[in-house]
């Protein structure tokens, strides 16, 4: 049976939050206006088009002229022609990745062989310019155009933005609100009660519940309304999961507040472990760009584990059972910050 005391406590960690609008904004609002702005912006990407640069030469042949022609023609280029000074500088500001030089009837690709779309646009070209010279592949092929359930990228970003808002509700939302109640020195005032100092942990944990109902149901009613988001997996695992990285977040903003007085210095502890999460635990973007032994160390990171079972269970329609490290990441936080909070926690 609950006590008095934490009961109290779990009604004040819901005052703080009903009575306070900005928070409500952040909460509820912020990841609906991130959804809408990148939703609309790349859920229906372009094809990918590249800015080439022509090396302009006197009394080029024939055979050139023909290649610019096709080059310009073709609607993926965006043929500019000039001196090398000119291209150069181009290039420089990003409005080009390749400068084609023809000598004679040959061709010289100048890129940074370093950049991933100039690379790409050099395939491009060379294919282009290969069959205005009459090459024939000896392979016939075609494209077939297939649609994958949960392949656009709403579909990714969604997963990523509820893990984003349970971690930055989490850690300001609770740290701020212990370091203030520190700094009024309201937590002496509870020290002289019978309350224990797990009882009121245990209701800033039981706050984060009722919160992550909010934002939950924010980001998965939007998702669904707004651009069909669909969960392949059990709606129940999705939702057990959130609860189990919500609470592991909250276990670590537990252990910054535990002896933090002043309100920039939780702000600023905040703002360093959740900014580089942001990076680099695949919120906006995958983390298939990153080095090997970078992906390997997100891994570890609580954000990273809860983005990426979010997305096992709504993408892929994975069950809990098929996410044992990804859930043994977020317990391990959960638990270890749990006890280091109670530990470390002082009234005053």
Same mark, same amino acid.
């Given at each position: 049976m609950l006590k008095p005391s934490l009961i109290e406590q779990i009604k004040c960690r819901w005052r703080e939050f009903r009575r306070e609008p900005s928070a409500f904004f952040w909460v509820v609002f912020m990841p609906i206006v991130w959804m809408l702005a990148l939703g609309f912006a790349l859920s229906k990407p372009r094809p990918e088009t590249y800015g080439i640069g022509w090396l302009a030469a006197e009394g080029s042949a024939p055979a050139s002229e023909g290649v610019?022609?096709?080059?310009?023609?073709?609607?993926?280029?965006?043929? +500019?022609?000039?001196?090398?000074?000119?291209?150069e500088t181009n290039m420089k500001r990003g409005e080009?990745?390749?400068?084609?030089?023809?000598?004679?009837? #040959?061709?010289?690709?100048?890129?940074?062989?370093? /950049?991933?779309?100039?690379? #790409?646009?050099?395939?491009? $070209? @060379? @294919?282009?310019?290969? !069959?205005?010279?009459? +090459?024939? @592949? &000896? $392979?016939?092929?075609?494209?077939?155009?297939?649609?994958?359930?949960?392949? +656009?990228?709403? @579909?990714?970003?969604? &997963?990523?933005?509820?893990?984003? !808002?349970?971690?930055?509700?989490s850690?300001?939302?609770?740290?701020?609100?212990?370091? !203030? /109640? #520190?700094?009024? /020195?309201l937590l002496k005032r509870y020290l002289a009660t019978p309350m224990r100092a797990y009882e009121y942990i245990l209701s800033h944990l039981c706050g984060r519940m009722m919160v992550l109902a909010a934002e939950?149901?924010?980001?998965?009613?939007a998702g669904v309304l707004i651009f069909h988001f669909q969960v392949y997996g059990s709606i129940a695992a999705y939702v057990l999961f959130a609860i189990l990285g919500a609470g592991a977040f909250t276990s670590i903003a537990l252990v910054c507040a535990a002896r933090t007085r002043s309100i920039p210095m939780i702000s600023g502890v905040t703002n360093l472990i959740s900014l580089p999460m942001m990076m680099l635990s695949g919120v906006f973007f995958s983390k298939n760009n990153f080095p090997d032994w970078l992906k390997q160390a997100t891994n570890y990171l609580p954000l990273t584990a809860l983005n990426d079972g979010l997305r096992k269970i709504a993408l892929e329609g994975q069950g809990l059972s098929a996410l044992g490290f990804e859930a043994s990441v977020l317990a391990v936080y959960l638990v270890v910050g749990a006890i280091a909070a109670q530990r470390l926690f002082k009234w005053y």
């Open positions: 610019v022609a096709s080059l310009e023609k073709d609607p993926y280029l965006h043929l +500019r022609r000039g001196t090398a000074e000119a291209l080009i990745s390749l400068i084609v030089v023809p000598q004679g009837g #040959r061709y010289t690709y100048q890129l940074d062989a370093s /950049n991933p779309e100039a690379m #790409r646009a050099k395939g491009y $070209v @060379d @294919d282009l310019i290969q !069959s205005q010279a009459g +090459r024939q @592949d &000896p $392979v016939a092929t075609q494209i077939e155009t297939v649609a994958t359930q949960g392949g +656009r990228y709403i @579909d990714f970003l969604i &997963p990523g933005l509820l893990g984003l !808002s349970i971690m930055t509700s850690l300001f939302g609770v740290g701020m609100t212990i370091v !203030s /109640n #520190r700094k009024e /020195n939950f149901l924010a980001v998965m009613v």
